[in-house]
């Protein structure tokens, strides 16, 4: 756990809840203001799909689709220094069950 910098990847392994459930990364410091983050998805569990924003006190992102060995560029609208920014997951409201999704992924 704790707070690192943007620019660094930064790996995840969360859980994302049944039935429209969220999860969240670690933290890290937003380095330049809108500047798009990058996630590199490795395992999206159960062959389902779900979505991911980049969200903090200062803004947020739109989501995208993420599945197996992908990488993606995340827009956003948070501002540089903010501390808060992370990475949200959503299931879909048709998602019966957890998904485990692991990766890395870097705020910028």
Same mark, same amino acid.
């Given at each position: ?7 660094? @990847? ?15 990364? +670690? ?8 500047? +798009?983050?990058?996630? +590199? ?9 779900? +979505?991911? /924003? ?10 995208? /689709?993420? *599945? *197996?060995?992908?990488?993606? @560029? ?11 920014? /992370?990475?949200? @997951?959503?299931? *879909? ?16």
């Amino acid at each position: 756990m704790g707070v690192h910098a943007g620019t660094d @990847f930064k790996d995840y392994s969360t859980t994302v809840g049944a039935v429209n459930g969220s999860a969240y990364t +670690d933290y890290q410091v937003k380095d330049t203001s809108k500047a +798009d983050g990058y996630l +590199d998805s490795y395992n999206v569990g159960g062959n389902y799909k779900v +979505d991911a /924003r980049m969200t903090a006190s200062t803004g947020t992102g739109s989501w995208v /689709r993420i *599945d *197996d060995n992908m990488g993606y @560029f995340i827009p956003n609208s948070i501002t540089s220094g903010n501390s808060t920014t /992370r990475m949200q @997951f959503s299931n *879909d409201v048709t998602t019966p069950v957890n998904v485990q999704v692991t990766g890395k992924w870097a705020s910028n």
